[in-house]
Antibody, heavy 121, light 107 residues
Framework: QVHLVQSGAEMKKPGASVKVSCKAS????????IHWVRQAPGQRLEWMGW????????KYSQKFQGRVTITRDTSASTAYMELSSLRSEDTAVYYC??????????????WGQGTLVTVSS | DIQMTQSPSSLSASVGDRVTITCRAS??????LNWYQQKPGKAPKLLIY???SLQSGVPSRFSGSGSGTDFALTISSLQPEDFAIYFC?????????FGQGTKLEIK
């Protein structure tokens, strides 16, 4: 069965960068796009960007453009999300999710367990 | 970006009740609307995609309806495991956006 397993919690200082990993199993990694979504305390889910593991195309939310980079290591079936210039407002749980597509549009059918990133001086 | 607004923000109900949560988009999104359930400390779980299609493995007491700007998630007979937060998400625009969530609590 499909699993997305993310790296562990991180604590970072303002201005630093964080890189979160998402290891996929149970399906062919290059066949699906991976999204990154975050959830700050008490806030709604916020989409950050996607990465097509088959053709290396990416698309980022305008809000994070210039600060977020999504990459992959195909040999390890792992996607990465790196967020730079961290500030306290970036404290959140970060999720990876697999994209699925039907004639009714895209949806996220499998999610990682989430990675808490805390930004504090 | 397309704004998604859910109502109510919270709801108290009893086991066996029928409940409906609504989601409104700031512009027409056709049927590109998904629903997720999230329990404390857990990742969201897909319930409904394309407004009314039930995800495999999700109980049939969950159903979705609507198109254009107005959508609804209905749980026909609440079970103890259904008390959670529910989010809608639009995929009409690839700048995907989510509703603020509806917290379903036990009365």
């Amino acid at each position: 069965q499909v699993h997305l397993v993310q790296s562990g919690a991180e604590m970072k200082k303002p201005g630093a960068s964080v890189k979160v990993s998402c290891k996929a199993s149970g399906y062919t990694f290059t066949t699906y796009t991976i999204h990154w979504v975050r959830q700050a305390p008490g806030q709604r889910l916020e989409w950050m960007g996607w990465f097509n593991a088959g053709n290396d195309n990416t698309k980022y939310s305008q809000k994070f453009q210039g600060r977020v980079t999504i990459t992959r290591d195909t040999s390890a079936s792992t996607a990465y999300m790196e967020l730079s210039s961290l500030r306290s407002e970036d404290t959140a749980v970060y999720y990876c999710a697999r994209d699925q597509y039907s004639k009714g549009g895209h949806y996220f059918d499998y999610w990682g367990q989430g990675t808490l990133v805390t930004v504090s001086s | 970006d397309i704004q998604m607004t859910q109502s109510p923000s919270s709801l108290s109900a009893s086991v066996g009740d029928r409940v409906t949560i609504t989601c409104r988009a700031s512009q027409s999104i056709l049927s590109y609307l998904n629903w997720y359930q999230q329990k404390p400390g857990k990742a969201p779980k897909l319930l409904i995609y394309a407004a009314s299609s039930l995800q495999s493995g999700v109980p049939s007491r969950f159903s979705g309806s609507g198109s254009g700007t107005d959508f609804a998630l209905t749980i026909s007979s609440l079970q103890p495991e259904d008390f959670a937060i529910y989010f809608c998400q639009q995929s009409y625009s690839t700048a995907y956006t989510f509703g603020q969530g509806t917290k379903l609590e036990i009365k």
